[in-house]
């Protein structure tokens, strides 16, 4: 620009810029700086930022991304991370949440699942997370699992999951189950549930049960269990 006096031009000072005819040097506005013979502006590069009259643009810090004019970084949102001078923050994998500060992501803890949330979650009782812990699957039928769980896993004999698939709840009385299954079946006549459950027995000599009896009983006076051991027939019938 022109000397005061008219007589001569000089360099525009560090951070200011002029376009040919320009009576005075200027700042560049916010997210742009001064070209190397400062006569014009250049605007920042991606992930950098620079405030109005700055003679050099920096690059946003992790966990952060330039404004929309790139006069400054804001903060990534809970969810989201950023590295060093990245242009804008992103959102962590499946099965991943951000860091501390947001500038990368980690993995979740097993029995954990995050599908772009800030936080890793817990599957609910009766489920656990998919392979990917993206989300959560429900147990197959004759499995449950604890809230937390890793994996689904089936009840013991004699018992099968409960209505939430949370737990096990045992056989009642006259009925058994095996390893895995999602119901509990009735023995028939003239059979009983092993102690444990796991099958049914026939009834020993002499005596009878009818489907759903819990052990086996004697007949009553004048009658003798039928060929099957399902009922009881008087004598000379």
């Given at each position: 620009?022109?000397?005061?006096?008219?007589?001569?031009?000089?360099?525009?000072?560090?951070?200011?810029?002029?376009?040919?005819?320009?009576?005075?040097?200027?700042?560049?506005?916010?997210?742009?700086?001064?070209?190397?013979?400062?006569?014009?502006?250049?605007?920042?590069?991606?992930?950098?930022?620079?405030?109005?009259?700055?003679?050099?643009?920096?690059?946003?810090?992790?966990?952060?991304?330039?404004?929309?004019?790139?006069?400054?970084?804001?903060?990534?949102?809970?969810?989201?991370?950023?590295?060093?001078?990245?242009?804008?923050?992103?959102?962590?994998?499946?099965?991943?949440?951000?860091?501390?500060?947001?500038?990368?992501?980690?993995?979740?803890?097993?029995g954990k699942y995050a599908s772009g949330g800030p936080d890793?979650?817990t599957c609910s009782p009766g489920s656990v997370p998919s392979?990917?812990?993206?989300?959560?699957?429900?147990?197959?039928?004759?499995?449950?699992?604890?809230?937390?769980?890793?994996?689904?896993?089936?009840?013991?004999?004699?018992?099968?999951?409960?209505?939430?698939?949370?737990?096990?709840?045992?056989?009642?009385?006259?009925?058994?189950?095996?390893?895995?299954?999602?119901?509990?079946?009735?023995?028939?006549?003239?059979?009983?549930?092993?102690?444990?459950?796991?099958?049914?027995?026939?009834?020993?000599?002499?005596?009878?049960?009818?489907?759903?009896?819990?052990?086996?009983?004697?007949?009553?006076?004048?009658?003798?269990?039928?060929?099957?051991?399902?009922?009881?027939?008087?004598?000379?019938?």
């Amino acid at each position: 620009v022109p000397t005061p006096d008219g007589s001569r031009c000089i360099q525009c000072e560090h951070g200011k810029h002029s376009v040919p005819g320009d009576a005075a040097c200027s700042i560049c506005p916010a997210g742009s700086i001064p070209a190397a013979q400062n006569n014009s502006c250049v605007a920042c590069g991606s992930g950098e930022y620079a405030g109005a009259g700055a003679s050099q643009c920096f690059a946003c810090p992790a966990g952060s991304e330039p404004t929309g004019n790139k006069s400054t970084c804001k903060a990534c949102t809970a969810a989201k991370y950023a590295t060093a001078g990245s242009a804008q923050c992103a959102t962590c994998s499946a099965g991943s949440v951000p860091n501390g500060d947001q500038s990368g992501c980690v993995s979740c803890l097993q029995g954990k699942y995050a599908s772009g949330g800030p936080d890793c979650l817990t599957c609910s009782p009766g489920s656990v997370p998919s392979a990917e812990q993206s989300g959560c699957v429900l147990c197959q039928p004759g499995q449950y699992a604890v809230a937390g769980a890793t994996v689904c896993s089936p009840c013991s004999n004699g018992s099968v999951p409960s209505a939430d698939l949370s737990g096990c709840t045992s056989c009642s009385p006259g009925r058994f189950a095996v390893s895995g299954w999602a119901q509990c079946s009735t023995c028939s006549g003239g059979t009983v549930p092993t102690p444990d459950g796991s099958r049914c027995i026939q009834c020993e000599h002499g005596k009878h049960s009818v489907p759903g009896d819990a052990a086996c009983s004697i007949c009553p006076v004048g009658s003798i269990p039928s060929a099957q051991n399902s009922s009881c027939v008087a004598c000379g019938s």
